[in-house]
């Protein structure tokens, strides 16, 4: 443990046989119960959720029937959950949700910024054209968030459906509480990237609500409405991949390699929330939720998703053709110079610590 900071050494690049760097990070795997199974760091350690607490932020819209009342397809209920990473698909689904709510892409106050599809970047490059809020991968998000302000006659003019007064953003905040397992006064609030609300909770936390999402029916059962919102979004979520992240992108890959097995969302600055159904890791079993965090932020991902396999791998949750088919996220990766040289590899440093 790094003293002071809830914080293990969780991963490490090397140059040759010496370790060149070292990043830090903290796990904690928790059952449907909220039973603490594993751990590395400290899984009290409170931060931000942030994309990763997107299945929840949609979870009131579709509880009060968002999905019947719009006649949403799972496609589409996997964009509200999603980072999608800006491809046409990803627009063009967007913008069928706000035609059929009477919405504009105006109407969205996430921002702007260039697609993360390298692909799509590129052409619209070509094209001159500039990328709008359709684009930003939070963009179904805020569509969500809007056809639930219209729907329940909430949309209110003079306060931003992104304020924290609004009454949508206070029965998210209550929602997640609640599935998180904490007072709402226990959940720190802050701003996320694209202007809405986010929470930071202690990761184990986290876990607890993935566990939930996944098995709705165990542990503290829920009520009927949310169970089913629940189901709806891990079923939309796992059947439409690509709708949560885009191609290439690890959300994607592992929730297509895995088909069915397991629920998966990143978020920005190292952080991971997992969500295994039950009867994966053994027949019977319970659904297990999973968040990690990288302490250095992670920038380009890389760390968070290699340690997340390794993460799956430890729990048994992996075939050993599920980790071939994604080699290329880790565990280990090798590292080469510009002249593709080997010179090293990342690799995983820690082993988690079982609950008794």
């Not at 002071?4 to 796990?27: C, D, K, M, P």
Request: proline letters at 5%; charged letters at 20%; one cysteine or more.
């Amino acid at each position: 443990m790094i003293e002071g900071t809830g914080y293990q050494s969780i991963f490490e690049l090397t140059r040759g046989q010496i370790v060149e760097s070292i990043h830090a990070g903290a796990v904690a795997v928790v059952d449907v119960t909220g039973r603490l199974l594993a751990s590395a760091g400290d899984p009290n350690l409170v931060t931000f959720l942030r994309s990763s607490a997107k299945p929840f932020q949609a979870l009131p819209f579709l509880e009060h029937g968002g999905k019947a009342f719009y006649a949403l397809s799972e496609r589409e209920v996997a964009i509200l959950c999603a980072s999608h990473s800006g491809t046409d698909q990803h627009m063009l689904t967007v913008q069928g949700i706000q035609s059929r709510v009477g919405l504009s892409e105006t109407d969205l106050m996430c921002g702007v910024h260039i697609p993360s599809d390298e692909a799509t970047a590129e052409a619209l490059h070509d094209r001159k054209e500039q990328p709008t809020p359709n684009r930003h991968n939070c963009s179904g998000k805020h569509t969500g968030m809007l056809a639930y302000a219209q729907m329940s006659g909430r949309r209110y003019a003079d306060l931003p459906y992104i304020s924290n007064q609004h009454p949508i953003q206070a029965e998210i905040l209550a929602t997640f509480a609640e599935m998180v397992g904490l007072s709402r006064d226990q959940v720190a609030l802050g701003v996320d990237g694209c202007s809405a609300p986010n929470f930071a909770v202690p990761l184990r936390n986290t876990a607890y609500a993935y566990a939930r999402l996944s098995d709705p029916n165990a542990g503290q059962v829920l009520p009927m409405e949310r169970a089913a919102a629940c189901r709806q979004i891990t079923t939309a979520m796992m059947s439409n991949p690509e709708m949560v992240a885009g191609p290439g992108k690890f959300d994607t890959c592992l929730m297509q390699v895995t088909q069915g097995k397991l629920v998966s969302k990143g978020g920005a600055e190292g952080y991971q929330g997992i969500g295994i159904m039950a009867g994966v890791l053994t027949p019977g079993a319970q659904a297990v939720g999973i968040a990690v965090k990288i302490a250095d932020g992670d920038a380009r991902g890389k760390i968070r998703s290699a340690v997340t396999l390794e993460v799956l791998r430890q729990l048994g949750a992996l075939t050993q053709a599920e980790l071939d088919a994604l080699a290329e996220f880790g565990p280990r990766f090798p590292i080469f110079n510009w002249r593709k040289i080997l010179v090293g590899e990342g690799r995983p440093s820690f082993e988690l610590q079982y609950e008794s």
